[in-house]
């Protein structure tokens, strides 16, 4: 909620952190970060007994581009730090990319950006709202890739998309 309390004055602030499993099983987010979509790395590291599941971040955005799912570099971060799971947060929607047995270990990460802007751009989707031609490269990365792609609001359960 924090990304999207100064929104009314324009102010875009994302946030990340890194989810671990803890001792008991639960999980936590750790290592929260800020700034702008451009600057916003979570710090990945995990000490003894926590293990390292994943990331969450936050999309907020002013401009009316709502719900903005995952981008290209959400997927290569999932994909190259092993993330058994990645959350986002866009409007009061959750998405959620959940590794499979079919995930991929390594994506060229100029393969991927080409493929995401390929459909994003693509001359059928321009004239479509923004947010739903990111949806259609969300749905085929994921399929590519081999991650489960998830989304819901945070008081229901998530339906696969």
């Known amino acids: 909620m924090k990304s999207v309390v100064h929104l009314d004055e324009g ?3 994302e946030y990340a952190a890194t989810i671990v499993r ?3 099983g639960s999980l936590k987010l750790i290592n929260e970060v800020s700034g702008n979509s451009t600057n916003v790395v979570p710090d990945w590291a995990a000490t003894e007994p926590d293990a390292f599941i994943g990331t969450f971040h936050t999309h907020p955005r002013t401009d009316g581009f709502l719900p903005m799912p995952f981008s290209d570099t959400d997927f290569v971060s ?6 058994k799971l990645s959350l986002l947060y866009s409007d009061d929607i ?3 990319l959940v590794r499979t047995v079919a995930t ?4 060229n990460i100029y393969a991927i950006k080409n493929e ?3 459909i994003v751009m ?3 989707m321009e004239a479509r709202f923004l947010p739903n031609a990111v949806w259609a490269a969300n749905k085929w990365l994921a399929k590519k890739y081999g991650f489960g792609l998830y989304m819901g609001n945070p008081d229901e359960l998530y339906r696969e998309v």
Not at 78 to 83: M, T, Y
């Open 22 to 24: 803890q001792a008991d």
């Open 94 to 96: 959750v998405c959620a």
């Open 116 to 118: 995401f802007l390929s």
């Open 78 to 83: 999932a994909i190259q730090l092993r993330e």
């Open 122 to 124: 693509d001359p059928d």
């Open 104 to 107: 991929l270990d390594y994506v």
């Open 11 to 13: 102010i875009v602030t």
